[in-house]
């Protein structure tokens, strides 16, 4: 009994030592601070977030996690420790990567000075940075700058504001071909999939992506980011106008299971939206409009929520205080929603008006696009 035992101590422990080099600690000095000084520390792992929070003392703090891949993180200090949101807005963020193993962070005196220490991967993440141009945040904070350095006078003028929001997506768009021209000339890189997964956007360019990831390492190509990426590929090369409308099943707010299929026979607007989605929750009025005028002549519309069991109270509170009188339904999976993996959906709000037959016919129709196309339907 007892050599059976050992062998089969023998054969756990490398599976256990595997998992458990996939571990990593976070060990941060920021300055003297002390209490009430509170950092908060949230990353991505296979599009879960983890989130965890620790008091500073004498400058000290750590944290650790699970990464078996290198996962996007963020930090937020707040020196007063009353919020995460508190921080956001008054004190310091970074963001950075988290790999396994043990990674330091120092910085002599704010969170936004912070060096990391032996981190080939922030190493690597900086130099992507540099090569193409900095992240969203920057250019929001350029265009910020030009707006508060201009004049009260300016500032009310719709030819400059219209100008900033120009220049804001020019640099945009100059990013992403950047991010693209990063993935060609780096396919060993594992920023090569971030970049590629940021760089197609919301309006994928099959013909442009599929090529570049296809030129990636295999390793990359079969890492979780690159899994995501290449459902996203298939879901921008079958969901398209034209094509039948992949069926799916989910909860409403009650648990009743609602599939796609089931309206067949009607006219469907499958929105995709979020109860934490500011634009989304703006668009609802028009969505209340066009189905009350409609829905008595075959329109029906399915609304598929991107909330998780976190904001599920939030999710059918705005069902009510928005009046959705329609079918809303979600596996409170965030964006792991399985019908929005399904269809490729990176950003909310998006929809697809659904033929009678299951054909898609249109797609992201909002405002005064969707009451047109409507009245081309049904008049």
Not at 104 to 112: G, R
Request: glycine share 6%; aromatic share 10%.
């Amino acid at each position: 009994m007892k050599k059976k035992f050992i062998s089969l101590v023998a054969a756990i422990l490398p599976v256990f030592a595997f998992a458990q080099s996939n571990n990593f600690t976070l060990t941060g000095k920021i300055g003297d601070q002390n209490p009430p000084t509170k950092v908060y520390f949230d990353y991505m792992q296979n599009d879960v977030n983890h989130e965890d929070s620790a008091v500073v003392k004498n400058g000290s703090f750590t944290f650790a996690g699970y990464a078996p891949e290198p996962a996007a993180a963020r930090m937020i200090i707040d020196y007063n420790g009353i919020s995460k949101g508190h921080g956001a807005q008054f004190g310091n963020t970074i963001y950075f990567y988290v790999e396994m193993g043990k990674m330091k962070m120092e910085s002599p005196d704010m969170l936004e000075n912070a060096k990391f220490i032996g981190s080939p991967i922030n190493d690597e993440y900086q130099a992507y940075l540099k090569e193409i141009g900095g992240l969203p945040q920057d250019i929001s904070a350029r265009i910020g700058t030009i707006y508060s350095a201009a004049t009260p006078e300016q500032q009310k003028d719709s030819a400059f504001l219209s100008s900033l929001n120009k220049k804001m997506h020019d640099e945009m768009d100059l990013r992403a071909k950047k991010q693209l021209s990063y993935a060609k000339q780096h396919p060993n890189s594992f920023f090569s999939i971030v970049a590629l997964s940021e760089g197609a956007g919301t309006q994928m360019n099959v013909s442009q992506i599929e090529p570049l990831f296809l030129s990636l390492n295999k390793n990359l190509q079969t890492s979780s980011a690159g899994k995501s990426l290449a459902v996203r590929i298939q879901a921008a090369k079958t969901i398209t106008v034209g094509g039948m409308a992949p069926d799916f099943t989910q909860n409403d707010a009650s648990e009743h299971p609602v599939s796609l299929s089931d309206f067949r026979g009607k006219y469907v607007l499958l929105d995709f939206w979020a109860s934490w989605c500011g634009p989304c929750r703006a668009e609802n009025p028009n969505l209340v409009k066009a189905y009350g005028k409609y829905k008595d002549k075959g329109f029906a519309i399915l609304g598929v929520s991107l909330d998780d069991q976190k904001t599920k109270a939030a999710w059918i509170a705005a069902i009510k205080k928005d009046e959705l009188s329609w079918t809303n339904v979600s596996d409170l999976k965030s964006w792991n929603n399985q019908a929005a993996v399904l269809y490729g959906v990176r950003a909310v709000p998006q929809n697809y008006l659904i033929d009678p037959n299951g054909r898609i016919i249109a797609k992201n129709l909002r405002g005064e696009l969707l009451s047109s196309k409507l009245n081309e339907v049904f008049n």
